[in-house]
Every structure is written in C-alpha cells, then in structure tokens.
Nanobody, 121 residues
Framework: QVQLVESGGGLVQAGGSLRLSCAAS????????MAWYRQAPEKQRELVAK???????NYADSVKGRFTVSRENAKNTVYLQMNSLKPEDTTVYYC???????????????WGQGTLVTVSS
C-alpha cells in the first residue's frame, strides 16, 4: 500500500558529495519519523540519520558534521545530503518511514528498496 522510492545513489570520489532522495507514495494519511539506514555486507543495518515530523534530527556519530537529513512533508519526501564522503561510506542506503494509512490505523514501518553509494579512494 505504501511505496518508498529512493534515488540519487552512485559512484563518487572520496571527498565528494551525493544527495539521496526518497519519496513515499500510496495510501498515506500521515508520516511520523523518516530516516536513512545503511547496511554493509554481513553487517547489521545501522541508522545513519533520522528526522521526526517536527524536524528534530539525530545522526550516527560516524556521519555527524558531514551528512544532513531533511524532509518536505508536503511531498512525503526525505533527503540525505552527504558531503566529505569517505570510502567507508560505501554501502547500500535504505529509506525508512513510519506511515499510517488512515486516522484509525497504527503507524507501520515502510522501507525502500535500497540505493548503492560507492565512494572511491
């Protein structure tokens, strides 16, 4: 019922920048938190950055000062601006949102399909 579609991944040199976007569509009554996670092979998925509906943010220590999460509530879209990229940032990034489909339904987790970010040294 709800789809999250990411875009903006790709290949960049160390020190460069990328901007990820994630748009939610489908049956959406409201979105609470939105976030970006990443998962390297054979490792657990980790939170990169999170933003509440009110705009409060929190970041993983490894990306503080380099990444910025933002959102456009009217477009049900979340962004991740990634600057000063490092080779260790290379992995698949996943969009996440807490979504409810009506005023009477609970918030449910929704995930994007993932977008690959590759940072060359």
């Amino acid at each position: 019922q709800v789809q999250l579609v990411e875009s903006g991944g790709g290949l960049v040199q160390a020190g460069g920048s990328l901007r990820l976007s994630c748009a939610a569509s489908g049956r959406i009554f409201g979105i609470n938190a939105m976030a970006w996670y990443r998962q390297a092979p054979e490792k657990q998925r980790e939170l990169v950055a999170k933003i509440t509906s009110g705009g409060r943010t929190n970041y993983a220590d490894s990306v503080k000062g380099r990444f910025t999460v933002s959102r456009e509530n009217a477009k049900n879209t979340v962004y991740l601006q990634m600057n000063s990229l490092k080779p260790e940032d290379t992995t698949v990034y996943y969009c996440y949102a807490e979504v409810r489909s009506s005023a009477w339904s609970p918030f449910r987790d929704a995930w994007g399909q993932g977008t690959l970010v590759t940072v060359s040294s």
